[in-house]
């Protein structure tokens, strides 16, 4: 009876591990959308993308590289991932650079009215789920939250966050069918369809600051920029109402970043000032531009890196 038992169990986690394989394997097979993305930083190597845009969800839904690439000559690549603060920004740097050919420019959308938190929970974090055979990226992942190490040997502990949604997912990829939205990221930028900003969603307004960890971390990218001979460029991309609608102190937190931009000599550009981006229909959300935002954004953005780097490294070419 035990005998029977055992095998019983050995062939059930047999299977697991089978069920967990395939349904990875098709997660893999995607040719657009996010786990393209996801594809193109971790399975990968040797990419040789002259400038990477890192950050939050601003970075990966503000920056157009599309549009970006005509107007400056260069490839660029979106790395922006949701819910990203500066330490997972820096670790999934790290890794893209031991993986592929460092970039000559890195530019790095940083949210002065989020510094005070200094979580390192990963949003989504079962998307990293087929990508843990990349044991650098495994590591990294570890080094935030130990349970990425029982998720890649576990598929008891693994699976249960992997329901319907990454099922669908995987059968898209193994049909070769894409997605509702994959066809909206390209290069990894991520955009959204114009609609009506909801304003009675309006948040309120808090005293914010940048807490020792993030500071840290900021120090840190600015270092590892300067190691490895990567030019930085940090902005701050529009919010709507200027900033002010999310910190009381927003002026303050601005010259924060002000300074530590200048002390390192690194340029810092802050677009929540600019009245160009007060207009609503710009928006998909208080924080978030929508394609018109982000594409009127991203030609500033681009004018203002060719103003700032025109007649170094790639431009003398």
């Known amino acids: ?177 894409s997605g509702k939205y994959d066809s909206l990221m390209y290069k990894g930028f991520q955009t959204s369809e114009p609609k009506d900003i909801n304003l009675s969603d309006e948040p309120k307004p808090v005293y914010s600051f940048i807490s020792p960890k993030n500071r840290h971390y900021i120090d840190s990218l600015i270092a590892f920029t300067k190691n490895n001979g990567i030019q930085l460029l940090l902005v701050t991309s529009p919010v709507y109402g200027g900033g002010h609608k999310n910190v009381t102190n927003k002026q303050a937190l601005s010259s924060q970043l002000q300074n530590i931009a200048f002390i390192n000599r690194v340029p810092y550009y802050d677009y929540t000032d600019s009245l160009s981006y007060q207009n609503p229909r710009f928006f998909a959300d208080y924080f978030h531009l929508n394609r018109q935002g982000a594409l009127k954004f991203s030609k500033s953005i681009s004018s203002t890196f060719d103003n700032i780097f025109a007649g170094k490294t790639l431009f003398n070419k």
């Open 1 to 177: 009876m035990i005998k029977k038992i055992v095998t019983y169990l050995i062939a059930f986690i047999c299977i697991l591990f089978v069920y967990r394989a395939c349904l990875y394997a098709g997660i893999r097979k995607n040719k657009e959308g996010i786990y393209n993305k996801y594809n193109e930083l971790f399975l990968k190597e040797g990419n040789t993308y002259d400038v990477l845009f890192i950050g939050s969800s601003r970075a990966e839904m503000h920056f157009n590289p599309k549009l970006f690439d005509a107007m400056t000559g260069l490839n660029s690549y979106n790395m922006g991932i949701s819910g990203a603060s500066p330490k997972i920004s820096l670790a999934l740097l790290k890794m893209y650079c031991h993986q592929h050919q460092k970039p000559k420019f890195i530019v790095c959308n940083i949210d002065y009215f989020s510094l005070q938190n200094d979580t390192d929970r990963l949003n989504d974090f079962p998307r990293y789920f087929p990508y843990l055979s990349n044991s650098y990226l495994r590591n990294g992942l570890y080094q935030m939250d130990h349970r990425f190490m029982s998720f890649y040997y576990n598929p008891l502990h693994s699976l249960p966050y992997t329901q319907i949604d990454y099922l669908s997912t995987s059968l898209h990829g193994w049909l070769g069918i």
